[in-house]
Nanobody, 116 residues
Framework: QVQMVESGGGLVQAGGSLTLSCAVS????????MAWFRQSPGKERELVAH???????RYSNSVKGRFTIYGDITRPTLYLQMNSLKPEDTGVYSC??????????WGQGTQVTVSS
């Protein structure tokens, strides 16, 4: 059974930094892509950053230049380095794993709160 646990969230002042981690266990298949999503209060869940097996990355416009997704999909491990945080970055951050059949697996999420 796949288990995914995010950690590293917390309360930080605007301009600060946090690094999120996603620990994955129970994998018995090939991972296709991994990604970080966030759900902010009153908003729909949105894609924040995405990485594939070629280490190609893409980011939402709102975080480009401030966030960095990295890890090793083959293990798999996943991180999100978040710099220059803004109050609008507040939300629950979840990691998602996609297998070769395009099935998705999610963690429970970790809360990030950025104070102004």
């Amino acid at each position: 059974q796949v288990q995914m646990v995010e950690s590293g969230g917390g309360l930080v002042q605007a301009g600060g930094s946090l690094t999120l981690s996603c620990a994955v266990s129970g994998i018995s298949f090939t991972v296709n892509t991994m990604a970080w999503f966030r759900q902010s209060p009153g908003k729909e869940r949105e894609l924040v950053a995405h990485i594939n097996r070629n280490d190609d990355t893409r980011y939402s416009n709102s975080v480009k230049g401030r966030f960095t997704i990295y890890g090793d999909i083959t293990r798999p491990t996943l991180y999100l380095q978040m710099n220059s945080l803004k109050p609008e970055d507040t939300g629950v951050y979840s990691c998602r794993l996609e297998d070769r059949r395009l099935r998705h697996y999610w963690g429970q999420g970790t809360q990030v709160t950025v104070s102004s």
